[in-house]
């Protein structure tokens, strides 16, 4: 989604959006997400169907493993499908999922500032997902590609990948510019 379009006022001047929202996806997650649910079907299948011939505890293992390591795929792969980010006049908001987590919200009053960098890779953070890295900080990548990174009051830094990151990260400098001419008038 793009940001909306500016409303004018009654003198002619433009207010800024109340709100922006971006998304992103990754339908190769849907691959993985496939496979998970075979090593699953197969767990199943073989609990099932199986004679239980070889001994108890072997099958046993192989059928935990199966639906363990199918369902970890399953759900961790979901999980990470696709992204939604939503930022108003107080918050930068992140749900991940059709379930909406992991979810992550960002008070713009600990937000300093706001990049946009053109390509964020899986490979940069570790693979997919809610990542951490020391020296780098905190993000949510669904896909290689366009994102937007929060530098916050602490020294940290969230990056999340999203479509059209740089409208988002007008949106958010224009919200912390806001916020700055407000508190400097209200000073």
């Not at 979901?78 to 980010?85: I, T, Y």
């Not at 918050?91 to 990049?115: F, K, N, Q, S």
């Not at 890779?121 to 693979?127: A, E, F, K, L, N």
């Not at 290689?144 to 990174?149: I, W, Y």
């Amino acid at each position: 989604m793009r940001d909306h379009p500016r409303k004018p006022t009654h003198a002619g001047a433009e207010t800024p959006p109340a709100v922006w929202t971006g998304r992103a996806t990754n339908k190769a997650q849907w691959v993985l997400a496939a496979a998970g649910a075979a090593c699953t079907a197969l767990g199943i299948q073989l609990a099932v169907s199986s004679n239980w011939t070889s001994g108890v505890i072997p099958l046993l293992m192989s059928v935990i493993g199966c639906v363990a390591a199918g369902l970890l795929m399953l759900f961790g792969t979901l999980a990470f499908v696709n992204v939604a980010v939503r930022v108003d006049g107080h918050a930068l908001e992140v749900r991940c999922g059709h379930m909406g987590l992991p979810r992550r919200r960002i008070l713009l009053t600990h937000v300093v500032g706001a990049d946009f960098v053109p390509r964020v890779t899986p490979r940069q953070w570790g693979g997919w997902g809610y990542r951490w890295r020391p020296e780098q900080g905190t993000a949510v990548v669904v896909r290689k590609g366009e994102g937007l990174v929060l530098r916050l009051g602490d020294g940290r830094t969230f990056t999340v990948t999203v479509d059209d990151a740089e409208a988002g990260v007008r949106f958010i400098r224009e919200q912390l510019h806001l916020s700055a001419a407000g508190a400097a008038a209200g000073a």
